[in-house]
């Protein structure tokens, strides 16, 4: 088993990869559930028309 830090748009993940002989059909394993995403920052207002 290796374990590997990944970085994805700066959260960083902690991941393990398991190597398995060829032909070896994988172990169903539950995926951790992702971070939630940041929160987008809200939209600019609209600029007042002009008089």
Do not use: R
């Not at 374990?3 to 393990?16: E, F, K, M, R």
């Not at 398991?18 to 600019?44: I, L, M, R």
């Amino acid at each position: 088993m290796k374990y590997y830090t990944i970085t994805v748009n700066g959260v960083a993940y902690s991941v393990s990869v398991e190597e398995t002989a060829a032909g070896a059909a994988p172990a169903p394993a539950a995926a951790p559930a992702p971070a939630p995403a940041p929160a987008a920052a809200p939209a600019p207002a609209a600029a007042p028309a002009p008089a």
